[in-house]
């Protein structure tokens, strides 16, 4: 059973820089990818960024594209976020996601099966 914990959130200034973590603690070889979303007061939740285990292909949404990097640690079953150049419209709650593969795209919030319980992410100006 898939078990995500993330850590890093916190409170940055803008241009600051976070890494979030995610700990999949249940993975199997049967986590095909593993992404991260994230929802500011009053949107809907939003795809960020997504890493696939077999090969390391990565995904991001455009906004993000040159700022935030993912990636992943099989040894520590862990994926990364780090958010650099960080900007206030930032700010939002993120959360982990990890699939067995779906039907659905990585860019889906029905692309996946589990979540963590999200961490806090604030950009002042």
Not at 4 to 9: C, D, K, N, R, W
Not at 42 to 50: D, I, L, N, Q
Not at 83 to 105: F, H, I, Q, W
């Amino acid at each position: 059973q898939v078990h995500l914990v993330e850590s890093g959130g916190g409170l940055v200034q803008v241009g600051g820089s976070l890494r979030l973590s995610c700990a999949d603690s249940g993975r199997t070889f049967s986590t095909h990818a593993m992404g991260w979303f994230r929802q500011a007061p009053g949107k809907v939740r939003e795809f960020v960024a997504a890493f696939v285990w077999s090969g390391g292909s990565t995904y991001y949404e455009d906004s993000v594209k040159g700022r935030f990097t993912i990636s992943g640690d099989n040894a520590r079953n862990t994926v990364y976020l780090q958010m650099n150049s960080l900007k206030p419209e930032d700010t939002a709650v993120y959360y982990c996601a990890a699939t067995r593969g779906t039907v659905y795209t990585l860019y889906s919030l029905r692309g996946y099966e589990s979540w963590g319980q999200g961490t806090q992410v604030t950009v002042s100006s």
